[in-house]
């Protein structure tokens, strides 16, 4: 029972456009949300968060959005650049349970 | 500051053979996490500790052991190593649960 959806596993994007990066979830006690980004050979980085009392939070290019009630969140850059190119985890944080839930990934190439 | 430093980067273990898989933060975080992750997969939580002296079990803590006797380690243990162990193997830890997880640069361990 996968918890933690990212239904897209690659992305391609032109440069200077936006990236949406999606995720789903099914667990209602997840009460924190964060994004993490993976280049590879290299541990995950985190990239930006957001709390389940939020919608909407953002930090320079990277804005996520927050849909409690279809239980989505969205990672939007602008404008996307070839450096972002790399693997995005969303993962999911149940304070009642301290764990953890990460989704599968997608694969985001930003086209110069 | 080091960060999350994992040790071995790489092994090969024979089935039935046991390692353990070192892990240190020198950033006074209460929290640590062991994760792997398979080929076109997201990241599983093997155990979990919130302190010195708390472990606990995350998804996938079957065929591992783990000990947290001091903030700054928190050492995985695989005592009957077997094929389907073979991943990559990353650290994390976090102040809390709400903050940032920091990554090691992971472990690639081969079980033939």
């Known amino acids: 029972d996968q918890q933690v959806k990212q239904n897209s596993p690659s992305l391609s994007v032109q440069e200077g456009r936006i990236s949406i990066l999606n995720c789903d979830y099914t667990?209602?006690?997840?009460?924190?949300f964060l994004w993490y980004k993976k280049y590879p050979a290299e541990g995950p980085t985190f990239l930006i968060s957001?709390?389940?009392?939020?919608d909407k939070n953002e930090d320079g290019r990277f804005t996520v959005f927050l849909n409690k009630s279809a239980k989505h969140l969205s990672l939007h850059i602008v404008p996307s650049q070839p450096g972002d190119s790399a693997v995005y985890f969303c993962a999911a944080y149940d304070s009642g349970t301290y764990k953890y839930i990460f989704g599968t990934g997608t694969r985001l190439k930003v086209l110069a | 500051n080091a960060g999350v430093t994992q040790t071995p980067k790489f092994r090969i273990l024979k089935i039935g053979q046991s390692m353990t898989l070192q892990c240190a933060q020198d950033m006074n975080h209460n929290y640590m996490y062991w994760y792997r992750q398979d080929p076109g997969m997201g990241l599983k939580l093997i155990y979990y500790?919130?302190?010195?002296?708390?472990?606990d079990k995350g998804e996938v803590p079957n065929g591992y052991n783990v000990s947290r006797s001091t903030t700054e380690y928190f050492p995985l243990r695989l005592e009957l190593a077997a094929p389907s162990q073979t991943s990559v193997y990353f650290c994390?830890?976090?102040?809390?649960?709400?903050?940032?997880?920091?990554f090691g640069p992971g472990t690639r361990l081969t079980v033939l």
């Open positions: 500790s919130v302190g010195a002296g708390i472990t």
């Open positions: 667990n209602s006690m997840f009460d924190y």
């Open positions: 994390a830890s976090s102040l809390s649960g709400y903050n940032e997880q920091f």
């Open positions: 957001i709390s389940s009392i939020k």
